[in-house]
């Protein structure tokens, strides 16, 4: 994939006419930061109090959550957010969802699902997994939570603030490569593991 057009470096775009729906496409970053930080205190306290946690399987059970996110955020990006728009029903969706985001990457308030949306597939996910894990899930799907908190922030890190002197650097340039120089690899945001395995990595 090659860039279309070259991202605007400041400003925003409307993508509904209805008032409120256009405010539901935009969220401060720290809303869902402290809301989804609050969920998954509150899983985990509720089960170590009822018993189903202990601190080893807690510990391995949040960092496979953790992992597992890392895994459905790189595919969400390359499969969803990146698909290829062949009707324009398709394109429009595409568009909507994360083609706005690469036309004004420095808009601030795009870069964070709707909280609506991201609660309601919160709850389906804790069905989903307690589906299949059982308690287990009071310790996973934190890991998966905070995988995605942890997400939010490094994308907003890397849109909003100049490049950190640090280890986050890495993150802030392999990002930017995917916005303004190849939007066709680069995908993992919060790591650039996946890009490893997946072989998406960035031509130096």
């Known amino acids: 994939m090659e860039l279309k057009n070259k991202p605007h470096t400041k400003g925003t775009k409307a993508l509904f006419k209805n008032k409120f729906m256009e405010r539901l496409t935009r969220t401060h970053i720290?809303?869902?930061?402290?809301?989804?930080?609050?969920?998954?205190?509150?899983?985990?306290?509720?089960g170590f109090q009822?018993?189903?946690?202990?601190?080893?399987?807690?510990?391995?059970?949040?960092?496979?959550?953790f992992m597992s996110f890392t895994l459905v955020e790189y595919a969400?990006?390359?499969?969803?957010?990146h698909l290829t728009p062949t009707t324009e029903k398709r394109e429009k969706f595409a568009y909507t969802v994360h083609?706005?985001?690469?036309?004004?990457?420095?808009?601030?308030?795009?870069?964070?699902?709707?909280?609506?949306?991201?609660?309601?597939?919160s709850t389906g996910?804790?069905?989903?997994?307690?589906?299949?894990?059982?308690?287990?899930?009071?310790?996973?799907l934190p890991?998966?939570?905070?995988?995605?908190?942890?997400y939010l922030w490094v994308h907003y890190?890397?849109?909003?603030?100049?490049?950190?002197?640090?280890f986050f650097k890495v993150l802030w340039v392999h990002h930017g490569i995917h916005h303004y120089k190849d939007p066709?690899?680069?995908?993992g945001v919060s790591s650039p593991f996946w890009d490893f395995v997946f072989r998406t990595m960035p031509k130096k």
């Open 99 to 121: 083609g706005v985001h690469h036309d004004y990457p420095k808009d601030r308030d795009r870069l964070a699902m709707p909280i609506p949306l991201s609660l309601a597939l």
């Open 76 to 81: 969400m990006h390359r499969f969803v957010f």
């Open 50 to 65: 009822e018993s189903y946690l202990n601190t080893t399987n807690a510990i391995l059970l949040f960092v496979a959550g």
């Open 184 to 187: 066709g690899n680069a995908f």
């Open 125 to 140: 996910f804790y069905f989903l997994f307690k589906l299949f894990m059982g308690v287990n899930v009071y310790a996973f």
């Open 143 to 150: 890991g998966f939570l905070i995988g995605y908190a942890a």
């Open 30 to 46: 720290a809303i869902p930061l402290i809301i989804f930080s609050i969920i998954s205190s509150g899983l985990m306290i509720y």
């Open 157 to 166: 890190m890397v849109h909003a603030f100049q490049p950190p002197k640090n």
